[in-house]
């Protein structure tokens, strides 16, 4: 490693760790929010400004939008994203506490693993992948078990807002999926500037046609909230994530989903006084293992298929070479 190569790497590592506790206090963020602002105006008001503010600084620096063209598939993204991925996490904390919201979130690679099984193009369920697909939502069922056999009001909140979380995670994957196979040419934070704000209008209307309007209202701490959700936790965790990935390898900077919802339970329970139990403990540890074994399974899935792609290549490069 070349000596310049080394301030990046440190501070790809700084980035990383930035991820780490950004993404991690979102969820903190979110609940604080919700105490005065009804759920999907404000993350219609959250992405908009973050779309706003990034959308300004792309043309400050002279570069070009994406063209009219490519909105349909931007505003898809948009919808898929954030208004099913970043609204059902919004949804759902009406009810549920922050932390353990983000230790469902930590399911979106069962939910990914899934959509691209159901691709021609994507890569197919294994044996190993399922044993991680049947660890993980093992846990999901330990944790709503009570709320399956009692019928009151708050138990099925708490069931509702588990289901918008898988939601959440499914448009999430789902969004993922569509955009790694989208053949981008404009500047990336300008598409992604458009995601926010087109992401952040969807969800305006939704909140409107919810009737959500006439619960707006804001206090010094839910401003504060809000602004921190749109600039630090959106712009500030966008960036810090891209420079992690572009100097850190993916299998090191995907830990950020086990670290974030240590974060969220730390700061749920010592600040907004959120349960933790052993149940819940003990769903999360099955969740994590059944990540963990998914995770583990697509990686050595994908290095022996590198592998064996390179050997059938090989004949046909030494055809070539003679």
Not at 23 to 40: C, D, N
Not at 127 to 156: D, K, M, N, Q, Y
Request: aromatic share 12%; glycine share 10%.
């Amino acid at each position: 490693m070349s000596p310049a190569a080394l301030p990046q790497r440190k501070l790809a590592y700084l980035a990383w760790a930035a991820v780490c506790v950004i993404w991690g206090t979102t969820y903190f963020g979110i609940r604080i929010s919700l105490e005065t602002m009804p759920p999907f105006l404000m993350g219609g008001l959250r992405w908009m400004l973050a779309g706003a503010l990034l959308a300004s600084w792309v043309v400050i620096r002279g570069e070009a939008l994406p063209a009219p063209s490519r909105w349909g598939s931007i505003t898809l993204l948009g919808f898929l994203m954030l208004v099913l991925g970043n609204g059902g996490v919004v949804f759902a904390e009406q009810w549920i506490p922050s932390g353990l919201t983000a230790v469902l979130v930590a399911t979106s690679p069962f939910w990914m693993a899934a959509v691209e099984a159901f691709r021609a193009d994507g890569e197919q369920l294994r044996l190993p992948v399922l044993a991680g697909l049947i660890v993980g939502f093992s846990g999901i069922v330990l944790l709503v078990w009570p709320e399956l056999t009692l019928g009151s009001a708050g138990h099925r909140g708490f069931l509702a807002g588990v289901i918008a979380v898988q939601i959440a995670a499914f448009g999430w994957s789902l969004g993922s999926s569509y955009s790694k196979r989208l053949d981008v040419k404009e500047n990336l934070l300008g598409q992604t500037a458009l995601q926010m704000l087109f992401g952040g209008i969807l969800m305006t209307i939704a909140g409107t046609l919810h009737g959500e309007w006439p619960s707006l209202s804001f206090s010094t701490r839910s401003f504060s909230a809000l602004m921190y959700l749109a600039t630090v936790g959106a712009l500030g965790g966008f960036v810090a994530y891209n420079y992690a990935l572009r100097h850190l390898a993916v299998s090191f900077v995907s830990l950020y989903a086990y670290i974030n919802p240590l974060i969220a339970v730390t700061l749920g329970v010592l600040f907004l006084h959120e349960p933790f139990t052993s149940r819940m403990a003990g769903a999360a540890a099955l969740v994590f293992a059944g990540v963990g074994v998914v995770r583990w399974a697509r990686r050595t899935n994908s290095a022996a298929h590198s592998a064996t792609a390179a050997r059938n290549a090989a004949p046909e490069r030494r055809r070539q070479i003679a």
